[in-house]
């Protein structure tokens, strides 16, 4: 396990420390970007519309007692959405949409030795490879939970005032009542935390594939089980450190 991590290391030190010519990435973030951020938009919208909708109607649901206020319902989804479900779930989803896809391509890149016509160039491969990618995940997952957290706030809106369960102005007196605007600055935090260990294990993993396409595929599966388990114990120590 120590050797895993030790070896995990060397890996970020290659990507951060021996780059290539800064122009050289331009185009590779580019294109990262729209692979990485513009392809996980629909399932982004869609995840988080539900996240808000199902939060509203079983927060509702569990309001038994009539001296509970009905905004609660809408300042129970603003806070469970911008401390936990945008940032944690979303980026749960993505380890497994972005990080197996990542970890696929660079596994396949290896073991048809197109990583070793790489380094034979002279080229540091981990870092013309990997750094676009970390760069792009950095740019564009802040984005998508923003996205997310407006959605879910919105799903929320719609599904408990359409069902009746809410008004309108209980609803928005809820996403008002003891705002805390130092949550959202927390969420972007874990986001670019949660943004890099997703694109830099799942890139260790694939870049260190070995034998045919059956371990490539062990490689993707690895890859989301650990960014999954990675995510979990950083939102556990973020909340720690900084709530």
Excluded at 96 to 118: C, H, P, Y
Excluded at 142 to 159: C, D, E, N, R, T
Excluded at 201 to 207: P, R, T, V
Excluded at 229 to 237: C, E, G, K, R, W
């Amino acid at each position: 396990m120590l050797a895993l991590v030790g070896r995990y290391f060397i890996f970020l030190g290659k990507m951060l420390f021996l780059r290539e010519r800064p122009r050289i990435y331009l185009q590779a973030i580019l294109d990262e970007c729209i692979y990485i951020g513009i392809s996980s938009v629909f399932i982004v919208v869609i995840v988080s519309s539900f996240i808000g909708a199902v939060t509203a109607i079983q927060t509702a649901y569990n309001l038994v007692s009539p001296l509970v206020p009905k905004y609660v319902i809408g300042l129970l989804v603003r806070d469970t959405t911008l401390l936990e479900l945008a940032p944690t779930i979303i980026s749960i989803i993505l380890a497994g949409k972005v990080g197996s896809n990542i970890a696929g391509n660079l596994g396949t890149m290896r073991i048809t030795e197109q990583i070793d016509a790489l380094e034979v160039m002279g080229i540091n491969s981990v870092s013309y490879l990997v750094f676009p990618k970390v760069i792009a995940a950095l740019l564009t997952f802040p984005l998508l939970v923003i996205m997310a957290g407006f959605l879910s706030i919105l799903g929320g809106y719609l599904a408990g005032v359409l069902t009746g369960v809410i008004t309108e102005y209980e609803y928005v007196k809820g996403l008002r009542e003891k705002f805390v605007p130092y949550n959202i600055t927390f969420a972007l935090v874990k986001t670019v935390v949660f943004s890099f260990l997703i694109t830099t294990i799942s890139s260790f993993k694939g870049y260190y594939t070995r034998g045919g396409a059956l371990e490539v595929g062990l490689s993707s599966t690895q890859a989301v089980t650990s960014s999954c388990i990675a995510i979990l114990v950083a939102d556990y120590a973020l909340a720690e450190l900084l709530l």
